[in-house]
């Protein structure tokens, strides 16, 4: 697959504009986000995303952090969706969670796009010695340790999904989550909560009624910046095939009921209006954490 990287197709350069030419800022309307139809035809395939965030309505300041980076590398040969996308929580109670956070999605995202770089910017000479696992373990374990050295005592989730051509690599730690949203309307979680409710139900010590109202539901088994040794999940999947990729915070899953989250995005006209439509419930229902959202679709 990353054969096709090979080749960058570089255009003509563009032509100065003329002097005394008269612009004006685009309308709403010309800068709504693309509307996903199964029934328009997509010649280059290509990613789409929206973000959403939010402070919420009980937090005074904002401990989530979140990266989307969307590119297409397409040319006469081949046609390449790539795409990087990341939401940490900081760690409520602990000092610096945002600092934490943020701290996880720069070393993360840094780290992940220098592996790419010559793939995405330059003619590469040789192929990548890691895997795309390997790439995103090192990547979350690297972000471990700067926040270990800088922000001591501090913690924070992640949850990272790398997109190259069909392939999606996720990497998890923590209680964020990534979810597949079947065109069908079914919601279909990916990763597994490193939580204390999440293994006391997979002991057999509570049932889901009881995990729902566990008074310990935010305590964490693993997280960022927590403990010397990182156990970090990681796997690929094939992106699904006419389905809405989502990572959120627990701002969100933890708030909104599962229907709710489906009927967010069927009943918009695009993805952005999607992540505010879920924002908005997640503080209509009282909004008790900070809140993000990524949503992701492959078109074409």
């Not at 790539?82 to 999605?105: K, T, W």
Request: hydrophobic share 40%; net charge negative; charged share 20%.
């Amino acid at each position: 697959m990353l054969d096709f990287f090979r080749k960058l197709f570089g255009g003509k350069g563009e032509e100065a504009p003329n002097e005394g030419a008269i612009t004006v800022p685009l309308s709403g309307q010309q800068t709504q986000p693309i509307v996903y139809n199964q029934d328009i035809q997509v010649e280059t395939q290509q990613l789409i995303a929206a973000i959403g965030q939010s402070v919420g309505k009980q937090r005074e300041h904002n401990e989530d952090s979140l990266v989307a980076i969307t590119a297409t590398l397409a040319g006469k040969a081949s046609n390449i969706p790539f795409g990087l996308y990341i939401v940490a929580d900081g760690m409520g109670g602990h000092q610096f969670g945002e600092v934490a956070s943020n701290a996880a999605i720069r070393v993360v995202s840094g780290h992940i796009m220098r592996k790419f770089h010559p793939y995405l910017f330059t003619i590469p000479t040789q192929q990548l010695e890691e895997s795309l696992q390997e790439i995103m373990e090192s990547a979350i374990k690297e972000s471990h340790r700067v926040i270990q050295k800088d922000a001591p005592g501090s913690g924070t989730t992640i949850t990272a999904a790398l997109i190259v051509g069909q392939q999606v690599t996720i990497g998890h730690v923590g209680d964020s989550r990534a979810y597949t949203i079947r065109s069908v309307g079914r919601l279909e979680q990916l990763t597994r909560d490193h939580s204390l409710v999440k293994r006391l139900e997979e002991l057999g010590r509570l049932n889901k009624e009881e995990a729902a109202n566990f008074p310990h539901r935010n305590v964490l088994i693993r997280a960022l910046g927590q403990g010397e040794a990182l156990e970090v999940d990681v796997f690929t999947i094939p992106f699904p095939q006419n389905s809405t990729l989502m990572l959120c915070s627990d701002g969100l899953w933890g708030v909104v009921a599962e229907q709710d989250l489906l009927r967010s995005v069927s009943e918009a006209p695009n993805l952005q209006r999607a992540c505010q439509n879920m924002v908005s419930a997640a503080n209509t229902a009282g909004g008790p954490d900070n809140i993000s959202v990524i949503l992701v679709q492959m078109v074409g």
